[in-house]
């Protein structure tokens, strides 16, 4: 990290659209931390005052669940201060749930820079299949980038369920990449849930509300 803001800061840092700073929660040394990302800041400031920067407070399962609230509200207080003129976001995240793939999804929706029109179009297209909601999934990783209709948000537990099950299908045919998943069909008590490719670098889920399509 001393060579990265030390005489490599220009390099390190010029041109930068993101910064994704992971806290960990175990850390004993809590104050280097916060001076270490405030050196990073202060060289985003002078090199590219235009990032966007996203801080993960991770390992957050390891806090007992009465405490969480209060650690995340800590975090908060003590880096917002450091974080004035700039884009931020904070992600509570953990390896065991979707808060890592929550907190990666809405930092690729943050960086598409026609996000406005990619829905407009999408919206589209979900009212010609007359879909209840219509999600836009990266092909490589699966990632959300958008979706409209239903709940306007960019995670929930159905997409996780939605990657983890297309994951297991690959698996079980050695094929260990989302790339060449063809299409799958899944059916939900009234709901068709119906996910294949779209574009060159994306699939598309499209949920209808109607148990006879």
Not at 139 to 154: A, H, I, P, Y
Request: aromatic share 14%; with cysteine; hydrophobic share 40%.
């Amino acid at each position: 990290m001393e060579g990265y803001t030390g005489n490599r800061r220009d390099y390190v840092f010029s041109g930068v659209e993101v910064l994704i700073y992971v806290f960990d929660v175990e850390s004993d040394s809590r104050e280097n931390d916060f001076q270490v990302f405030k050196e990073c800041l202060d060289n985003l400031a002078e090199f590219s005052p235009a990032a966007k920067v996203f801080c993960l407070i991770h390992k957050i399962d390891l806090v007992r669940p009465s405490d969480k609230a209060r650690v995340i509200e800590e975090y908060k207080e003590d880096l917002t201060p450091l974080l004035e003129g700039f884009y931020h976001e904070f992600f509570a995240t953990t390896i065991w749930n979707f808060t890592l793939y929550q907190a990666w999804s809405c930092i690729v929706y943050r960086l598409i820079p026609n996000i406005a029109r990619i829905e407009a179009y999408l919206e589209q297209f979900r009212k010609l299949c007359e879909a209840v909601e219509v999600v836009l999934f990266e092909k490589s990783t699966f990632l959300v980038v958008t979706n409209v209709g239903g709940k306007r948000q960019l995670v929930d537990s159905r997409y996780v369920q939605i990657s983890e099950t297309i994951k297991n299908y690959n698996q079980k045919r050695n094929n260990w990449t989302y790339s060449k998943f063809s299409e799958l069909e899944l059916r939900d008590g009234n709901s068709v849930l119906f996910i294949q490719p779209f574009t060159a670098s994306t699939f598309v889920l499209v949920i209808v509300d109607d148990p006879d399509t």
